[in-house]
């Protein structure tokens, strides 16, 4: 049994190579073929290449391809004008917004330190004032003590002179129209009231 | 020439007209030299001529009826007034303003009326007084100037003075 299998193996192997010879052989075969089909289709299309596409018609070609190309390019162009406007619209859309922003920021920074700086004087201001009102009070009450205490020197100064502040004012008054005459009565009643003192200094003095 | 008789001496009295010792001193200068010139008349042999003398010496020889011609009572009358300048009591008086005659008088009048018959009066001028007078004896002063009533009646004054502004 063993030979036999083994000899049906053997010849399946055989046959299987000779089909793969066979496969490959037309496989070649076909190529060798469709090469030269393709070679001979090839110089047929370049022949009749040759005698479609003439001079002419490559010019012809050629023109419409430059007509063609000139729309193109003009849409083109269009179009970047158009693209390059809306993009310039928005730049300057956008500029202006951030100028705006950036202005409105910078004023707003502007406005409050001025305020700041504002605050800052008034509460100065109001400081220097209340400095000032504290020096004026105590300046005022120096003022005070000093012009009482003057008028007290010169009421007392007055006191103490009075009498010859009077006496002088007599004098200058009437100083002059004062006559003896008129005093006589006056003086012999002071001589009156100091008659006993005087009696008794000459009686002393004698 | 036999000596005049002395006569008794009558007491001597100071007229209005000799105020103060100035006036005595004067007076003095004056009869000493009306002796001399009596005497060197007398002595010459020529009649007798009375050379004219101040009232002040004339009210002295009148009020005490001095016969100015007798030697005997000149030389009482010299002697007199030398003892006035020396031992009369003396009282100085201060007014505002020079007296006049007549206030003098009646000032000297008083005081030798009322004080001493001859009490001599200096015055003085101090024109500070304003009014009133300053007496001066040989160890007080009295002073009887308005100044000095002011001065007494500052208190009232003040007084009087304050309840008028407070009022």
Not at chain 1, 117 to 143: F, H, P, V, W, Y
């Amino acid at each position: 049994m063993g030979i036999w299998l083994i000899l049906g193996l053997g010849i399946a192997l055989v046959l299987l190579g000779v089909i793969v010879w066979l496969a490959i052989s037309l496989n070649l075969s076909q190529k060798k073929t469709a090469a030269a089909r393709q070679k001979a289709f090839n110089e047929t299309a370049e022949k009749d290449v040759e005698h479609i596409f003439n001079d002419a018609f490559r010019q012809e070609l050629r023109n419409r391809g430059l007509l063609h190309f000139e729309q193109i390019i003009n849409e083109n162009a269009m179009f970047l004008q158009q693209d390059l406007r809306i993009t310039a619209s928005q730049v300057n859309d956008y500029m202006k917004q951030e100028i705006k922003r950036t202005l409105t920021e910078e004023f707003a920074k502007y406005e409050q330190s001025i305020a700041d700086a504002k605050q800052l004087a008034t509460d100065s201001i109001n400081k220097t004032q209340g400095a000032i009102e504290e020096q004026r009070k105590i300046l005022t009450d120096q003022l005070k003590q000093q012009a009482d205490a003057a008028k007290a020197q010169l009421v007392e100064h007055f006191e103490k002179n009075m009498a010859d502040t009077v006496n002088h004012y007599i004098m200058l008054a009437i100083g002059e129209q004062i006559d003896l005459n008129d005093q006589l009565e006056y003086i012999i009643g002071d001589l009156e009231a100091n008659k006993q003192a005087i009696l008794e200094d000459i009686k002393n003095g004698a | 020439m036999a000596p005049e008789p002395a006569t008794p001496s009558p007491v001597l009295v100071l007229p209005q007209a000799i105020v103060g010792q100035v006036d005595i001193i004067r007076a003095t200068r004056e009869l000493e030299a009306l002796g001399d010139m009596l005497s060197q008349q007398k002595r010459g042999g020529t009649a007798v001529q009375l050379p004219p003398i101040s009232e002040r010496l004339a009210a002295v020889i009148e009020a005490n009826k001095v016969d100015i011609q007798n030697q005997t009572e000149r030389q009482r009358l010299y002697d007199f007034l030398g003892e006035l300048k020396t031992k009369a009591p003396r009282l100085h008086m201060s007014f505002a303003s020079e007296p006049a005659g007549l206030f003098t008088e009646k000032i000297i009048t008083w005081l030798r009326t009322e004080i001493h018959p001859l009490l001599l009066l200096d015055i003085g001028l101090q024109p500070t007084i304003a009014a009133g007078c300053v007496i001066r004896t040989s160890s007080k002063i009295i002073d009887c100037s308005i100044r000095q009533r002011l001065v007494n009646s500052t208190p009232d004054l003040l007084k009087r003075l304050r309840g008028d502004i407070h009022a």
